[in-house]
C-alpha cells in the first residue's frame, strides 16, 4: 500500500507514533478527522472538507494549528507524492494536553494519506440497526469526531452477523438517519429523497454536492423525514459518502431494489462533476 504521512513539520514513509497513555487524544477521544478522495488525478471537493475539518476540530474544543487552505496545500502536496491510484485523504487534529477538558493550545495535526481503491457498484445489503444516532445535545454531532464511531462500528458488527454489508441507523425520534458510514437516499415516484439535516448526523459533503447536482439536473430532489416504512417502500436505495461516493443499495432486510435511473443519474453526474476537479 502506498502511503505518506505529515506530522510536526516532516513527511514520513511510515506511520510516526504519535501518542502515548497520558495523551489526552488517546484516552479521551479528543480527535477531529476529514476523510477526502484522490483518485485519477482528481481531489473533488478536497476545500470543503479542509474547511470543515477546522470546524470540527473547534467543536471538539481544540484550536487549530493550521488554516484550512495549509492543510488543503499539504494534502495536495501528499497526493502529488504517491502514484495516482484511488487514494484516501485523511487530516487531523487532535489534543496531547488536559485531564477532562482537552487544553486547546496542545493540539496538534497529523495527515495521513494512503493507497484505498475505490469500491465497486456492484448493490449493497443493509438492515436496520438496532444502534442509533445520538440526539445533538448527547454527543458532538456537529463535528466529524473520532468519538462517533465506536457506536456505528457497533452497528457495522451488528450487521456482518446476520449477512448485510451495512446498516441503516434511526434517530433518537425514530426516523431514518443514515447508514453506518454513509448518508442515505431512496427515490420514489422519480423523487430523489435523503434525510433532512436535523442535527443527529453529519450533513455530508458529498450529500450536498449530489444534492445540488440532481438539482441542477432537473431531477427533482428534496430533504425530508424519511420512516423505515419509506425505505422498504421505496423505488431505488442509494448512499453517497466520501468513501465510495455513489453507491446502489439491493437489499434492505428482505425487500430487494433494482439498480435504477435516480441512482444512475447520481453516479454519472457526480463522476462527471469530479472530472472538472483536479488534484
Known amino acids: 500500500m502506498a502511503a505518506i504521512f505529515w506530522h510536526d513539520g516532516r513527511w514520513y514513509d511510515e506511520q510516526p507514533k504519535l501518542l502515548g497513555p497520558l495523551d489526552h487524544a488517546m484516552w479521551m477521544a479528543s480527535v477531529a478527522f476529514d476523510g477526502a478522495r484522490a483518485f485519477e488525478g482528481l481531489a473533488p471537493d478536497l476545500d470543503r472538507h479542509c474547511a470543515r475539518l477546522i470546524d470540527s476540530a473547534r467543536k471538539m474544543l481544540l484550536e487549530p494549528t493550521l488554516t484550512a487552505p495549509e492543510v488543503e496545500a499539504l494534502c495536495r502536496e501528499a497526493i502529488s507524492r504517491l502514484p495516482k491510484e484511488p487514494l484516501y485523504v485523511r487530516p487531523m487534529f487532535y489534543a496531547t494536553r488536559g485531564f477532562v477538558t482537552p487544553q486547546a493550545d496542545s493540539t496538534e495535526f497529523a495527515l495521513a494519506v494512503y493507497g484505498a481503491p475505490m469500491p465497486e457498484p456492484r448493490g449493497m445489503g443493509c438492515c436496520f440497526s438496532s444502534y442509533r444516532r445520538p440526539a445533538r445535545d448527547a454527543a458532538p454531532t456537529d463535528a466529524k469526531a473520532s468519538c462517533l464511531y465506536p457506536n456505528m462500528q457497533r452497528a457495522l458488527v451488528e450487521a ?84 465510495g461516493k455513489v453507491l446502489p443499495i439491493t437489499r434492505v432486510e428482505d425487500r430487494h431494489y433494482q439498480t435504477g435511473h435516480i441512482y444512475g443519474k447520481a453516479r454519472e453526474i457526480y463522476f462527471t462533476f469530479a472530472s472538472g476537479q483536479p488534484a
Open 160 to 243: 456482518a452477523a446476520r449477512g448485510f454489508d451495512n446498516a441503516i441507523t434511526l434517530d433518537a425520534n425514530g426516523n431514518v438517519a443514515e447508514l453506518a458510514t454513509a448518508n442515505l437516499w431512496i427515490a420514489k415516484d422519480g423523487v430523489a429523497m435523503t434525510p433532512a439535516c436535523n442535527g443527529t448526523f453529519l450533513n455530508g459533503i458529498t450529500r450536498q454536492r449530489v444534492l445540488q447536482l440532481l438539482r441542477d439536473a432537473g431531477t427533482p430532489a428534496i430533504e425530508t423525514t424519511l420512516t423505515r416504512e419509506d425505505v422498504l417502500g421505496a423505488d431505488e436505495v442509494f448512499s453517497t459518502g466520501n468513501y
